[in-house]
């Protein structure tokens, strides 16, 4: 599995060698920085609502990476065996794998502040099922609630900082 991930990885560096342009646009990327003022990270570290966007998105990888810790616990916990949080672990890469273009879809045309607001709290609402112990289904019912939350936000929160930008950064 490691080998095959590492060929998927240098696969993809391939293609983006050879599909993305070399060079940044003038006055975007890495040189905007150093081109006089209101540009560069001093600019981004001055804009007060980007930085609530980006303590607000720790706080949420926080809790939403407590399901690889909590996942596994709940499981054994429910008396069931490895193969299960394998099967919720796959369930949730099938459901992003099969559903997210076609939720995106619907999805893009919401307001960013909607969008966002309904996947994070369907991620929170599903890791929180993982606590009491509802049995297989409930850790079923957890896994696709927060995939979901993860499908509804993820690419609305993606997009975000670039959505909101001042055109100079």
Do not use: H
């Amino acid at each position: 599995l490691f080998y095959a991930e590492a060929a998927a990885m240098l696969g993809y560096a391939a293609i983006v060698a050879v599909a993305l342009p070399r060079d940044p646009p003038a006055g975007t990327g890495a040189d905007a920085g150093a081109r006089g003022p209101g540009r560069g990270y001093l600019a981004v570290l001055a804009d007060r609502r980007y930085l609530l966007f980006l303590a607000a998105t720790f706080l949420n990888a926080l809790v939403y990476v407590q399901y690889l810790a909590i996942l596994p616990l709940s499981v054994r916990a429910d008396g069931l065996s490895v193969a299960v949080y394998g099967g919720l672990v796959a369930l949730n890469g099938l459901l992003v794998i099969t559903c997210e273009l076609p939720v995106t879809k619907v999805t893009q045309r919401w307001a960013a502040r909607s969008a966002a607001i309904a996947g994070l709290a369907l991620t929170g609402i599903g890791l929180s099922l993982y606590g009491p112990a509802f049995g297989m289904l409930g850790l079923v019912v957890a896994t696709v609630l927060w995939t979901f939350g993860e499908i509804v936000s993820g690419p609305t929160l993606s997009a975000y900082p670039a959505m909101a930008a001042p055109p100079a950064l």
